[in-house]
């Protein structure tokens, strides 16, 4: 059984992205599963400044401490301008100021949504990109578009038949890597 972590990249207290990847999360089993909010791990924007003259925080070591733990990781941006958000920009700054290889070991699932087409494609594409710089292995990435017409929040299901299919799919792939 394999201890997977899983979190939004968003700091929103409405994020879809945390919907989802709250959603994404039932659909393994086999696997422990640990759903988190960022948000509870309060960190100052980065700054060498002030890394300089008050270190690294007790929120920012449990974040560190709980990835470490972790067997894989389930990660869902948000996309703000065509990019990750700011928030999720600075919490990956601060972790790999503590830790340069902080996902090492790590096998990522990496999503995104939006209630727009394309899903947060923008943001994925930077992050997937971006994640391998600090050790971790993206192993399955897939966008999920129209967020609000192709899911039910009420319902906890995936609305578009084709479209879950994919997904199941995707997450079914992703379970049996980290069981390799």
Excluded at 5 to 23: D, P, T
Excluded at 54 to 82: C, F, P
Excluded at 94 to 120: A, P, V
Aim: glycine share 4%.
């Amino acid at each position: 059984m394999k201890e997977i972590l899983c979190f939004a990249g968003s700091n929103s207290s409405r994020s879809i992205n945390h919907q989802w990847v709250s959603f994404v999360a039932t659909q393994i089993s086999r696997h422990k599963i640990h759903v988190i909010k960022l948000v509870d791990f309060p960190l100052e924007m980065f700054s060498e400044d002030v890394e300089r003259e008050n270190g690294y925080s007790d929120a920012l070591r449990n974040l560190h401490s709980q990835i470490k733990a972790s067997d894989a990781l389930i990660i869902s941006v948000n996309e703000h301008n065509s990019n990750p958000s700011a928030f999720f920009k600075n919490v990956v700054d601060w972790l790999s100021r503590l830790d340069k290889n902080f996902l090492e070991d790590k096998k990522i699932l990496l999503t995104s949504t939006s209630n727009g087409r394309r899903g947060g494609l923008s943001s994925l594409e930077v992050t997937q990109n971006l994640l391998p710089r600090f050790k971790g292995e993206v192993v399955v990435s897939f966008n999920f578009p129209s967020f609000q017409e192709n899911f039910s929040v009420e319902k906890q299901k995936i609305t578009n038949p084709e479209l879950e299919e994919t997904i199941l799919g995707h997450i079914s792939r992703f379970q049996q890597l980290i069981e390799e």
